[in-house]
């Protein structure tokens, strides 16, 4: 199987495919969205709290994400692996960005970074890009700035678009390969996909973006409770987890597990 890498990613819009990012922080995960040719896995700093336990993205360290990085990308064949700049690793200077990306590639083996930010992180992106490292760019509703937007909510309704579709080209001029769009107007996003040349990927914007991004744990029913409208459910792990873990303790209080076949 050959590595998907950026220039396929670009390739795929010029012919008007479409393509598929997923999160995954471990192994099998890693395996299973690979063989099902989801083309980029996603280390999100969603990691934070989807696996790690904290209520928001916002407490995740580069620490704690590196190992999940290392995980997926030693896991996954063919998908290219994005690893996510955690809040406070990047924001501080140019310098920190860098040092933060280069351990995400050296240490983790990812092929690319994400982070989020407009136009006031294109120079880091060009910093970043100059120096070997793929830059998928997070625009629109980004989650790390949750307390500066106000919650959770959508970007670009009426005046504010120009301030998207300003966002957008800043990060494609400054090199990114691929821009996030998080809640924007389906309108907003399909004027976005048509202007850039690189792709966008949409989660919470619409039917017109290049691509699409979920949280596997949202897609697949993982998560319990209520969700955000942008996602769909499409299988429920959390109930087949939930019957075996039941099917396995009813077992061994009756005495039925392990049988003769599971006994030296
Ligand atoms: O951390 C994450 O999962 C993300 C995606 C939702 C885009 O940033
Ligand atoms: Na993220």
């Known amino acids: 199987v050959k590595r998907i890498r950026t220039h396929h990613l670009r390739s795929m819009k010029e012919r008007g495919e479409r393509w598929t990012m997923l999160t995954s922080y471990d192994m099998y995960t890693a395996q299973i969205f690979d063989e099902a040719g989801i083309e980029v896995l996603l280390v999100g700093d969603s990691a934070s709290n989807n696996v790690l336990g904290n209520e928001t993205s916002l407490p ?70 100059d120096g070997g490292i793929p830059v998928c760019a997070h625009i629109g509703f980004t989650p790390q700035s949750e307390h500066t937007l ?5 970007q670009g309704r009426g005046d504010a678009a120009e301030r998207v579709l300003r966002d957008a080209h800043a990060v494609a001029e400054a090199g990114a390969f691929a821009v996030v769009m998080e809640m924007v107007p389906g309108d ?6 048509k202007e850039l040349a690189i792709p966008t990927v949409g989660i919470g914007a619409g039917a017109e973006t290049d691509a699409q991004v979920l949280v596997w744990q949202d897609a697949f029913g993982l998560r319990s409770g209520r969700m955000p409208r942008f996602v769909k459910q499409y299988v429920d792990v959390r109930s087949v987890l939930l019957e075996g873990a039941r099917a396995y303790a009813h077992d061994v209080r009756a005495g039925t597990f392990p049988g003769p076949e599971h006994t030296f």
């Not at 106000?150 to 959508?154: L, Q």
């Open 60 to 129: 995740v360290t580069v620490d704690e994400l590196i190992p999940l990085t290392r995980a997926v990308a030693r896991s996954a064949r063919r998908a290219l692996v994005l690893a996510d700049l955690p809040f406070g690793s990047y924001q501080a200077s140019e310098e920190q960005a860098y040092l933060t990306a280069a351990r995400f590639m050296k240490e983790a083996g990812a092929h690319g970074v994400k982070l989020e930010g407009g136009a006031e992180m294109a120079a880091t992106i060009r910093k970043l890009t």
């Open 188 to 193: 907003v996003a399909a004027q976005v996909t």
């Open 150 to 154: 106000g919650g959770y909510r959508v």
